[in-house]
C-alpha cells in the first residue's frame, strides 16, 4: 500500500494487511484534524459527521519512502504520545503514531493510491455531529470496541512472535 501527499514529496509504504480499516470521531481525532485543516492549503481530512477515516498498521511494516525529511509532528497537547504527522510540502495529514510503546501506526485513508481496504467499523460515535448518512452494513460503536482491541492484541503478538523467531535465527 502507497499513501502520498497531495503534492506527491513524500510517500509512505505499508506492507500486508492492515490490522484494521476505521473511522473515529473521538475528540482528539477532530480536534487534531482541525487544527491540520486550518494549515495553509491543508486538504481536508474530516468527513461530514466529524470522523477520520485510518488505515491501522503494525508499525514495524510502516515505513517512508520518499521526503521523510518533509514529515512535521503535530500535537493537540504538549503532555500528548500522540503526533499527527503532516507532510510539510503541502501541509498533507499522512499519519498517527505515538512517542510511547503503542506499536501501531494510524495512515490517513485519504493519503491512499489506489482502492483503500473497506472500512470496518466507526469508534467514537459518540462524538458524531450527525448519525444521518451512515452506512448501516458498518458497525458503530460508542468507544473503542473490543473487536478493535482484539485485532490490536493479535497484532502485538503476531509481532513478538515475528521477532522470537527472528531472534532465534540469528542465534543459530
Not at 491501522?56 to 509532528?73: E, F, N
Not at 460515535?125 to 473487536?147: L, M
Not at 485485532?151 to 522470537?164: D, F, I, T, W, Y
Amino acid at each position: 500500500m502507497i499513501a502520498t501527499c497531495i503534492c506527491g514529496s513524500v510517500e509512505i509504504e505499508a506492507v500486508g494487511t492492515p490490522i484494521a480499516s476505521v473511522v473515529c470521531y473521538c475528540k482528539d481525532c477532530q480536534e487534531g484534524a482541525r487544527n491540520i485543516e486550518a494549515l495553509p492549503g491543508a486538504p481536508a481530512v474530516l468527513d461530514a459527521a466529524g470522523g477520520s477515516a485510518y488505515l491501522v498498521y503494525r508499525k514495524d511494516r510502516v515505513s517512508c519512502s520518499k521526503g521523510a525529511t518533509l514529515m512535521q509532528p503535530l500535537k493537540i497537547r504538549p503532555t500528548s504520545t500522540t503526533n499527527r504527522v503532516i507532510a510539510a510540502c503541502c501541509n498533507s495529514a499522512m499519519l498517527l503514531n505515538f512517542d510511547d510503546s503503542k506499536h501501531w501506526i494510524d495512515i490517513y485513508r485519504d493519503r491512499v493510491r489506489g482502492t483503500a481496504p473497506p472500512t470496518q467499523m466507526h469508534m467514537c460515535t459518540r462524538f458524531k455531529r450527525s448519525v444521518q448518512g451512515a452506512p448501516p452494513d458498518i458497525p458503530g460503536y460508542a468507544g473503542y470496541p473490543f473487536r478493535f482491541l482484539a485485532q490490536l492484541l493479535k497484532a502485538r503478538l503476531a509481532m513478538s512472535l515475528e521477532r522470537a523467531r527472528l531472534a532465534s535465527r540469528r542465534s543459530q
